[in-house]
Nanobody
Framework: HLVESGGGLVQSGDSLTLSCQIS????????VAWFRQARDQAPGKERE????????????YYADSVKGRFIISRDNSRNMGYLQMNSLKPEDTAVYYC????????????????WGQGAQVTVSS
């Protein structure tokens, strides 16, 4: 069971941190990733990969569009995953989803079976 929190409305250039709490499972056994879906995204199009972190937190992956601005992290002692978003842009506006699983390809939407309900992030210009 995954629950995101921390979404909201911010201005361009602001920062925001999303949190993902995983309960009911051994959190440290799962990789954690963040995906997003914009409202105007074509129906049926899969969610866009944003960032992922390995089980031990020793390797991270980022989409080119967020590299250098977003930071993914995790705290296995608290069963929590985080996405720190800096220098936000209007094009970052989307519903952000936390995901967990044992992926072969950390950037592949289809590799994740466990998803949160999503957190809306809106960036005004």
């Amino acid at each position: 069971h995954l629950v995101e929190s921390g979404g909201g409305l911010v201005q361009s250039g602001d920062s925001l941190t999303l949190s993902c709490q995983i309960s009911g499972e051994a959190f440290e056994n799962y990789a954690v990733a963040w995906f997003r879906q914009a409202r105007d995204q074509a129906p049926g199009k899969e969610r866009e990969f944003v960032a992922a972190i390995t089980r031990k937190g020793d390797t991270t992956y980022y989409a080119d569009s967020v590299k250098g601005r977003f930071i993914i992290s995790r705290d296995n002692s608290r069963n929590m995953g985080y996405l720190q978003m800096n220098s936000l842009k209007p094009e970052d506006t989307a519903v952000y989803y936390c995901a967990a699983d044992y992926p072969d390809d950390y950037t592949d939407f289809w590799e994740y079976d466990y998803w949160g309900q999503g957190a809306q992030v809106t960036v005004s210009s």
